[in-house]
């Protein structure tokens, strides 16, 4: 399979130079060169997709490790992700994958096709690209989307946003889902920790909203001395409810030392706490706390009642307390997002899988 393949988001300099138009960050290419992210370069005077059908490997998680608690609840998603990444982030939790500049790390080649019977095979609901974002590899995962879709298998998309808009449209025709890393809420932390921008994340966010049937929630790690002032968390949660509205679910996930921030101590479990507070207070319906055991971060709430109507122990669902349309069973209220008729219960296992298994 051939795993260089031609691109259409760049366009020619005044210089010689050949501009990415994939993300914010805006590569400025010679000859043989490639951006910042790994993945895309300069070869016959255009932009190319140097990895396409190459993977870093692929595994059974479920859903809710992506983290999507309101997308199919309790199902085998089959996950995987390239090399590279188009952030730098400092605190990076898979750098190994993300900050790769060794081919050699991508093990496993798929195609689309592959993919989609692979995760059929397996009762897999969905594909995630994750590991590293699929902004990226635009091209390889919307050709996966696309099979998947024809086999009845949905896409999800783990991601930082970090696109531009035309790009953006295109990408997210094909995805079904989305776990959005909004990673902090001020333009210092994304230039000094990330080398990037906030704002193009926010208008991600606020076009998977307002111009799309995407679902999508959104993952805030937080790293303390850096992001966990509650101002910034308030700040935050109140810009999610009053742009996007009050039922997009937010996770605060713990920290722990990696990469270049070693010694930067784990994030305390009652930091997330408190997060997860705020964001209920200032009108967020869903609050969820990630990467510690909290049984009540973990579960959903009605928002009208206060019920629990889906109970999680990590990974594992403990309680449904749903009516098979969506509502919940003590007060009938609607609980948002893709929900099926019954739940899933693969539980928190995870699948190592090969593709070569499954090729055809």
Not at 25 to 35: L, S
């Amino acid at each position: 399979m051939q795993t260089t393949v031609e691109t259409k988001y760049w366009h020619h300099l005044p210089d010689d130079r050949i501009q990415c138009d994939v993300c914010p960050r805006a590569c400025k290419m010679h000859e043989g060169q490639r951006g910042m992210c790994f993945v895309r370069a300069r070869q016959n005077d255009q932009i190319v997709l140097t990895t396409y059908g190459r993977s870093s490997g692929f595994c059974v998680d479920p859903i809710e490790k992506k983290p999507l608690n309101h997308f199919l609840p309790g199902t085998p998603v089959l996950s995987f992700g390239t090399a590279g990444c188009n952030l730098a982030c400092k605190f990076c939790q898979n750098w190994d994958i993300s900050k790769s500049r060794e081919i050699d790390t991508l093990a496993d080649a798929a195609s689309p096709e592959t993919i989609a019977r692979a995760a059929l095979e397996l009762g897999c609901r969905s594909v995630a690209f994750t590991y590293n974002d699929p902004v990226i590899f635009l091209e390889y995962a919307i050709d996966v989307a696309q099979a998947c879709r024809e086999a009845g298998i949905k896409t999800v998309a783990v991601t930082a946003g970090y696109i531009c808009a035309e790009p953006r449209v295109e990408f997210y025709r094909y995805m079904d889902a989305a776990n959005v890393d909004l990673k902090a809420f001020s333009e210092r932390f994304y230039k000094e920790l990330c080398v990037g921008q906030l704002q193009p994340v926010l208008e991600t966010l606020s076009y998977l909203k307002h111009e799309t049937d995407v679902w999508f929630e959104i993952t805030n790690l937080i790293i303390p001395g850096q992001n966990d002032d509650p101002a910034e968390l308030e700040a935050m949660s109140q810009w999610v409810v009053e742009q996007l509205g009050p039922d997009v679910p937010m996770h605060f996930s713990a920290f722990h030392p990696d990469y270049k921030m070693m010694n930067t101590p784990v994030t305390p479990a009652q930091t997330l706490t408190k997060a997860r507070d705020i964001a209920l207070k200032n009108g967020v319906r869903y609050a969820y706390t990630g990467n510690v055991h909290n049984e009540r971060g973990d579960s959903t709430y009605c928002h009208q009642c206060g019920a629990k109507v889906i109970g999680r122990d990590w990974y594992v669902l403990t309680a449904w307390n749903l009516s098979k349309d969506g509502h919940c069973k003590n007060c009938g209220s609607s609980c948002p997002g893709v929900l099926e008729r019954e739940p899933g219960h693969w539980g928190a296992r995870r699948l190592p899988v090969r593709l070569s298994r499954y090729h055809s």
